[in-house]
Nanobody, 123 residues
Framework: VQLQASGGGLVQAGGSLRLSCAASGRSFTYYGMGWFRQVPGKEREFVAGISGTGGSTYYTDSVKGRFTISRDNARVTVTLQMNSLKPEDTAVYYC?????????????????WGKGTQVTVSS
């Protein structure tokens, strides 16, 4: 599975961005998908995850109520809608695939990583 994230950019605090992840390869619907983020000098952290069918989602506490993850298995894409952005959301965001949703919520469970996309939120 190959993953390509896009949609990052610069936005003011309180604004919104929509990240997309295009996947290629077989059996996309079998994978739990996740979004992670990383800032320089810190470990990569989990942000949001979604099950293969899209029926279950999971978020880190700091983004609950602000971010929404979704997937379109027909179009083989995963989207992260980010609203009410804060400066502390600034990071490089990565799309990732795991064996299932649980696996997709931690870096050690990830099977495939996409290249990151920079999100910068100005105060």
């Amino acid at each position: 599975v190959q993953l390509q994230a896009s949609g990052g950019g610069l936005v003011q605090a309180g604004g919104s961005l929509r990240l997309s992840c295009a996947a290629s390869g077989r059996s996309f619907t079998y994978y739990g998908m996740g979004w992670f983020r990383q800032v320089p000098g810190k470990e990569r952290e989990f942000v949001a995850g979604i099950s293969g069918t899209g029926g279950s989602t999971y978020y880190t506490d700091s983004v609950k109520g602000r971010f929404t993850i979704s997937r379109d298995n027909a179009r083989v894409t995963v989207t992260l809608q980010m609203n009410s952005l804060k400066p502390e959301d600034t990071a490089v965001y990565y799309c990732a695939a795991g064996r299932d949703l649980t696996s997709a919520t931690a870096p050690r469970g990830i099977l495939y990583w996409g290249k990151g996309t920079q999100v910068t939120v100005s105060s």
